[in-house]
């Protein structure tokens, strides 16, 4: 597909240890050679830190397996980026099959934290209760930046980054702890998202984040999940304007997407991010092209799946695990290939 922006890029999850193999060799063989320039990977607690290695999350990757990755991106110009959920989506279930990936639920249950709350507890903004959906990092507990940033400065370097994507989306949970009670959400988020923007660029790195929590859904129309509709989105005033905004929107919509221009007025560089249904990604990149004022940087397509799964899809034509993966692949090949 042709798009006229210079960002072409994409969100992978970080392979299961076994698959780093073939997720090196489909980005080799598939997504440099049609134009990716940009990577975004889902490591989550994904790799095996030294300095808090108790934050481990389910198969860690090792230095060496994130080298492989590095390498194969630097020798095709590649930009990798790793991306991290530094407040919400903190717990949910493996998916089936098991691909490493924890997915929210919208029943409350007693769910399987991922690697920061699994190790202290206490940094959950609802320590005691089942999660709704997904869990959420205390952003008030003074214990939280001291781990967290350890775990952005390993990430940085292994990774050799000059940029971190730090989720921050679908966050329903905040606001809810006696001491965060004390703050509007608009001040607790806005105080995050600038405090951890402030130590990546201490670091020589930019900030990228989800934009739904900058996003109010009574007066943009999107639904819960796509925009806030728990009092975060003040924070759009407050936070530093070099932060790279990725907007995603997946569901179908009238053909107005009043975020592209939210982003411009409030002096923002944003990406747009569609998932896997055409229809509505065509929509979406039709409006964006038609209302982007200098300030869209290009197009960062989301996946989900086990990015070994999409991989040896895409490589070997085997058939996908996930309800979803031949449907992404689809996708992916109308965004990356010339049509």
């Not at 959420?136 to 003074?142: E, K």
């Amino acid at each position: 597909m042709k798009l006229p922006w210079k960002t072409k890029g994409i969100v992978l999850t970080a392979p299961l240890t076994e698959e780093v193999d073939n997720v090196v060799k489909f980005i080799d063989e598939y997504l440099a050679p049609n134009g990716c320039n940009t990577i975004a990977l889902q490591i989550r607690y994904r790799y095996q830190f030294k300095k808090h290695p108790e934050c481990m999350g389910y198969d860690p990757l090792s230095e060496a397996d994130v080298k492989k990755l590095v390498a194969v991106c630097k020798k095709n110009g590649i930009r990798l980026i790793p991306k991290m959920n530094l407040h919400g989506h903190q717990s949910g279930l493996p998916n089936t099959p098991t691909d490493g990936i924890l997915h929210g639920h919208h029943e409350k249950i007693n769910d399987i934290r991922d690697g920061l709350l699994r190790a202290y507890p206490d940094l959950d903004e609802q320590p005691d209760e089942p999660a709704y959906y997904s869990r959420s990092i205390c952003l008030t507990n003074p214990l939280v930046k001291i781990i967290l940033f350890d775990l952005i400065d390993e990430l940085l370097e292994v990774f050799e980054a000059d940029a971190m994507h730090i989720g921050c989306d679908e966050v329903l949970n905040i606001g809810l702890c006696p001491e965060c009670k004390k703050y509007s959400n608009a001040k607790l988020f806005g105080d995050w998202v600038t405090a951890v923007h402030d130590h990546l660029a201490s670091r020589g790195a930019r900030m990228l984040i989800w934009g739904d929590r900058f996003l109010n859904s009574a007066k943009t129309g999107y639904q819960e999940y796509e925009s806030s509709a728990n009092g975060t989105d003040p924070a759009i005033d407050t936070v530093p304007k070099d932060i790279l905004i990725c907007d995603w929107h997946y569901e179908k919509t009238p053909t107005v997407y009043p975020s592209v221009d939210i982003y411009h007025e409030k002096g923002f560089e944003m990406l747009i991010s569609p998932w896997r249904v055409r229809a509505n990604t065509d929509q979406f990149i039709k409006y964006a092209i038609e209302h982007d004022k200098g300030h869209i940087a290009g197009i960062l397509l989301t996946t989900w799946c086990g990015s070994g799964d999409l991989a040896r899809h895409m490589l070997y034509g085997e058939s996908g695990k996930w309800l979803h993966t031949e449907e992404i692949a689809r996708m992916v090949r109308h965004i990356f290939e010339e049509e």
